[in-house]
C-alpha cells in the first residue's frame, strides 16, 4: 500500500482503506468513501482522451480512446445572456469541437474508468449496472469496444435510449435486461442480481471510479480556463455529477494553482420530479417520500429529462448533496461546519476557503424547452433534455440576479451532439437478453436469471 498511487478514505472514521473495488468503509459507516491520490500536483499529459488525467483517476492502466470533454469560451450564447465569461463544458458528440463522445453523455467519462477498475480490482468479476438509459448506454458502448462484459438493467421505457455505435456481432459481452417500472425499480433489481456468484455491483455514487471520471470535467476546465469558476452549474439526478464537480475542485484548490476560492455550485431538477429540490427548499438534510415525491409515478412520467428522475439520490448521505450545498452555505443557522467534509478529506484543512451559498432550481418543462431552443440556435449543437435543464437554471439564476454578469461562469454541458452524430453514424440497437416483467423483488425469477447469466458468461 506504501507505493499504490492512491487510497481511499472513508469521510465517517477518517480511516485509510486499500481499494479492491472497495464502495463502503469496511466499518460499516454509511458515508462516501473518497479517493486520496499522492500526486497533490495533477499533471495534465497528451493525446490519451480522459486518461490525460490518469494521475486523478483510481485506475493504473489506461484504455487507447478519444473520449474526453471539452472546455471553451461561448461567444453567442454569451453575449444573448449578457455574460462576459461564460464557459461550456461538452460532453457529447461535436467532431468541430474536437470532442468526440459517441454516447453523447458525461456517463462515458463514468463508465472507462470504472470497467477498468472492476477489471483491475475485482478480477474476474462481471459489472452489473443500472440506469435510466444514459449510464447503461454508455458501459454498453465500453462493453463493445474493450469486449470487458457488462449486464446492463433497464427500465423498459428506456429501452429506445440503448443502442450502441459498433455493429451488433459486438454486443456479445452486453447482457442487456429489462423491468417492469422506473430506474429505482432497476436499481433494486440490480442489487439482487448482483449478490450472484461472479457478478459485482457497480455501486453508483459510492463507486469512486464514477465519481473522479466524471471530475475530468472539472479537470478539463480548469486547465482551459486557467482558473476555477465563480459558479458551478450541473443539472442533478442521484447527484453523482455534481458531488463529483465539488470533490474535484477540492483537490484543484489543494493542488494551489487554479485558485484558492471554492465556486458556487448551483444544481437543478426537472420540475415535477424534483426531491432534492424539495428537500432543500425545505431546509432539510432528509429527503420525505410523502413530501419531496408524491405521485412519484405520475411526476416522472410527465418530466422533459426523465434521465433525472432517481428516486434515491446521494442527498443525505454523509458527503453528499446536501453536505456540498450546506458547505458552501453562510455561517448562520448551519447544520454542520463548513470544514468538517473538507476536513477529513486532505491531509490538511483548507485554509481561505471561504463559505459561499450552495444554490438549487427547480426547472419546469417550458423552461428546459425554451433553453434548449435558445442553446442550439446560438451555440449551433443539439442537447440531451437533461443538458437543457442546467441551461433554463442559469437563466433563471440571472433573471433573479444571483449571478452577476461579470462573473466567470462554468455551465456542464452534460450531454448533447444526438443530432449530430447521426448525421455521420448508424445507431444499432442493443437486443434485450431478458425481459422481467415484475418490478416486486420477492417475485424476481432469481433461478431463470442465473442459469441466463451462466450461459452469457460461458459464451464470452
Ligand atoms: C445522468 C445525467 C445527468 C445527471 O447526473 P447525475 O450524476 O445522475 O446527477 C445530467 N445530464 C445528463 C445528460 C445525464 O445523462
Ligand atoms: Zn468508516
Known sequence: MQNAKY??????????????????CPEGHDCLLRTVYNRKRIRKLSGKGMFNYIDWLPVEEMLPVNTNPITYKSEELGKELGLENLYLSFSGYWPEKGVFMKTCTFKELEALPTLLRAKERAGEKILVVASAGNTSRAFAEVSSLTGMPVVAIVPR????????????????????ITVDGDYSDAIATSKEIARREGLLEEGGVRNVARRDGMGVVELEAAFSMKVLPDYYFQAVGSGTGAIAAWETFIRLIDDGRFGRKMPRMVISQNLPFAPMFSAWQDGRAEIIADKDMRNAEVAIKEMYADVLSTRNPAYSIKGGVYDMLASTKPLQGLRINPYRVFGVVGAEPLHGAEPHNGKMYGITNEECKRAEKLFENTEGIDLDPAASVAVASLIKALEEGYVKKEATILLNVTGGGYKRLKKEFKMYEIEERMELKSNSLGQLPLDEIEGELKEFVRAL
Not at 7 to 24: A, F, M, Q, S
Not at 157 to 172: F, K, V
Request: proline letters at 5%; charged letters at 25%; a negative charge.
Open 7 to 24: 487510497h481511499l478514505r472513508c469521510l465517517e472514521c477518517g480511516k485509510i482503506i486499500p481499494d479492491r473495488y472497495t464502495n463502503t
Open 157 to 176: 421505457s428506456c429501452i429506445y435510449r440503448m443502442w450502441t455505435t459498433t455493429e451488433p456481432e459486438n454486443h456479445d459481452s452486453i447482457f442487456l
